[in-house]
T-cell receptor, first 113, second 114 residues
Framework: SQQGEEDPQALSIQEGENATMNCSYK?????LQWYRQNSGRGLVHLIL???NEREKHSGRLRVTLDTSKKSSSLLITASRAADTASYFC?????????????WGLGTSLAVNP | ETGVTQSPTHLIKTRGQQVTLRCSSQ?????VSWYQQALGQGPQFIFQ???????GRGNFPPRFSGLQFPNYSSELNVNALELDDSALYLC?????????????FGPGTRLTVT
């Protein structure tokens, strides 16, 4: 079953613009992670935010977490053509989750040069 | 440092057959997780192996089984293949079992069942 739901499903922007994608989830979590996937290949870990954190930065990436709304956002600033990929959020629901991360359906981002 | 590798890259099988997919974990990583990703979907957790023992399993039937070897490489075996098993199979290695450990993914094996 999918826990995270990314929004929008697809996003097309021009190089240099900012891209924002959102993730909503249903249960309480220990942490939430964002991953990038290029052309149906392997995933690359971008950033992890713990349930007691509200905001985290990594280079051009900014992630926020609102546990009261069970939602997270990923902001990519000054986008580049190389950022074109699918972006997934994955949540760790915590104790008793049988070690599994629960993934959303992803947002497909196209950055046009 | 060698990254996570998977073999084969692509595979075509017939319904009812059996398949074995292989994964070599990154150096120093003792944990391997396997995922199934259908087209247009997010990954679904199949199971995790830690030090040669299964350490958590998702909602997959017993015909999905695995192994981890002393060098921490891993195999995913699927028996009695069904059409719905067609997907990208991803393995990920990490230096520990907790979700806070970053997972390093291989490029995947694309399985087509006809």
């Amino acid at each position: 079953s999918q826990q995270g739901e990314e929004d929008p499903q697809a996003l097309s922007i021009q190089e240099g613009e900012n891209a924002t994608m959102n993730c909503s989830y249903k249960t309480s979590i220990n942490n939430l992670q964002w991953y990038r996937q290029n052309s149906g290949r392997g995933l690359v870990h971008l950033i992890l935010i713990r349930s007691n954190e509200r905001e985290k930065h990594s280079g051009r990436l900014r992630v926020t977490l609102d546990t009261s709304k069970k939602s997270s956002s990923l902001l990519i600033t000054a986008s580049r053509a190389a950022d074109t990929a699918s972006y997934f959020c994955a949540t760790d629901p915590g104790a008793g989750n049988n070690r599994k991360l629960i993934w959303g359906l992803g947002t497909s981002l196209a950055v046009n040069p | 440092e060698t990254g996570v590798t998977q073999s084969p890259t692509h595979l075509i099988k017939t319904r009812g057959q059996q398949v074995t997919l292989r994964c070599s974990s990154q150096s120093g990583h003792n944990t391997v997780s396997w995922y199934q990703q259908a087209l247009g979907q997010g990954p679904q957790f199949i199971f995790q192996y830690y030090r040669e023992e299964e350490n958590g399993r998702g909602n997959f039937p017993p015909r999905f089984s695995g192994l981890q070897f002393p060098n921490y490489s891993s195999e995913l075996n699927v028996n009695a293949l069904e059409l719905d098993d067609s997907a990208l199979y991803l393995c990920a290695s990490s230096p520990g079992t907790g979700s806070t450990y970053e997972q390093y993914f291989g490029p995947g094996t694309r399985l087509t069942v006809t």
